[in-house]
């Protein structure tokens, strides 16, 4: 089955073709970081306005680099929440407008739980990639696998991790009914998600914007100390899988303003907010947030563990998930608790619509069918 995704709910605009749930044949993503990023934020209005412009030119480039004709979209899969309203609503249109002028089935996605599927797609031949190899941590029967259902199942139940701009969540997938369709949000942010604070933390040391990157790049640098600055771990009540990053957030602004003459969060006068501190304080941030994340996964391991439930694999997903010491934590985390750990190639990390094709092949071959009154919605299904 060929289905056409369609992703618009931050400021990307995405179109993919998708054969069969797993083959990608195209994935092209617009994005918008050059319009946002004199505000040091996605704008919404300014998002939904490029989303309009775009969507057009980028779903023509998606069709001829997979070399699919309109009239060979078996089904059209959208992704109608969660997101800024505005921008969610571009997609939702077009997949409505679509659907109907070809006369083939429509199934709105939940983006957050796209990101989980992003792991199973075939990209130009390969799998879901990781730091240290496709089965990190387990082994054994599990490579053997070939077919791309028995794959999936050998993955269930799963940890799965959503990490980015504007989610940080926890979910099992699988855990009650060994499907993928199977998601139940174990826990999530309190506050900002972590790309957010990624972002907001780029700022406060003065990076470009998105932050994220440049926070790992400078953390990255030879001589960076993680411990310059004792930033907090959030963890919350002792059994809470939530997050929280407006604290960490927040003590690290302290810590750069002490470095301006000020004093950090102790009372104590900070070192000048020179290059070098700039690492350190990077390389802080870095380690409490992805500290934070490796927390809360060991906690939902040993609560589905609980439950009676044992993962057996760990699946990851956001544009987060391209940090180097969260993929470095990850993998021994997941060789810690014998986990398969999946994690997509960067392309698929981020925001595309081949994940929400991905995702929405599979709801369509379970039966699931939208119909014209699909609507956008601000907030994720679970
Ligand atoms: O998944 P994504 O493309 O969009 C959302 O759904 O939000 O994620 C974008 C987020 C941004 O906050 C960006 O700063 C962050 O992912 N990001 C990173 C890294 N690369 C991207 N954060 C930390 N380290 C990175 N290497
Ligand atoms: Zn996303």
Request: glycine share 12%; net charge negative.
């Amino acid at each position: 089955m060929i289905v056409l995704g369609l992703e618009s709910s931050c400021d990307e605009t995405a179109c993919a073709v998708v054969a069969d749930g797993r083959r990608v044949l195209s994935s092209v993503v617009a994005s918008q970081n050059e319009l946002h990023e004199e505000y040091g934020g996605v704008v919404p209005e300014i998002a939904s306005r490029a989303h309009v412009e775009r969507l057009t030119p980028v779903l023509r480039l998606a069709l001829d680099r997979a070399g699919v004709r309109l009239d060979q979209i078996e089904a059209i899969a959208v992704g109608h929440r969660p997101g800024l309203i505005g921008s969610l609503l571009v997609g939702v249109a077009a997949g409505k407008a679509l659907a109907w002028s070809l006369g083939v089935p429509l199934v709105g996605v939940d983006h957050v739980h796209a990101h989980l599927y992003a792991g199973l797609l075939e990209l130009d031949g390969a799998v879901g990639d990781t730091p240290s190899g496709p089965t990190a941590g387990a082994g054994g029967a599990d490579d053997q696998v070939e077919t791309f259902d028995d794959r999936t199942r050998a993955l269930l139940p799963a940890l799965g991790l959503v990490v980015s701009g504007g989610h940080t969540s926890i979910y099992a997938i699988g855990a009650r009914d060994g499907t993928f369709l199977d998601m139940q949000r174990l826990g999530a942010t309190i506050d900002d998600a972590i790309g957010e604070a990624f972002d907001k933390a780029g700022a406060i040391l003065g990076l470009g914007f998105p932050g994220g990157p440049e926070v790992d790049r400078l953390a990255r640098q030879a001589g960076a100390n993680d411990r310059a600055a004792e930033l907090p771990i959030s963890r919350l009540s002792p059994t809470s899988l939530d997050f929280s990053f407006s604290g960490l957030k927040t003590s690290l602004l302290y810590a750069a303003r002490g470095g301006q003459g000020g004093t950090d969060q102790s009372g104590h006068k900070a070192s000048p907010l020179n290059d070098e501190r700039r690492r350190d304080l990077a390389a802080s941030f870095q380690r409490a947030a992805v500290a934070a994340v490796v927390l809360k996964l060991g906690r939902a391991f040993d609560a589905l563990a609980e439950r009676g439930v044992k993962a057996r694999s760990l699946i990851g997903g956001g544009g987060v998930t391209a940090n180097s010491r969260l993929r470095a934590e990850l993998a021994s985390l997941a060789t810690r608790h014998n986990l398969r750990l999946v994690i997509p190639p960067m392309s698929l990390c981020v925001d595309n619509a081949a994940m929400i094709a991905g995702l929405g092949t599979l709801m369509l071959s379970a039966g699931v069918r939208d119909g014209l009154d699909l609507s956008p919605v601000p907030t994720t299904a679970c």
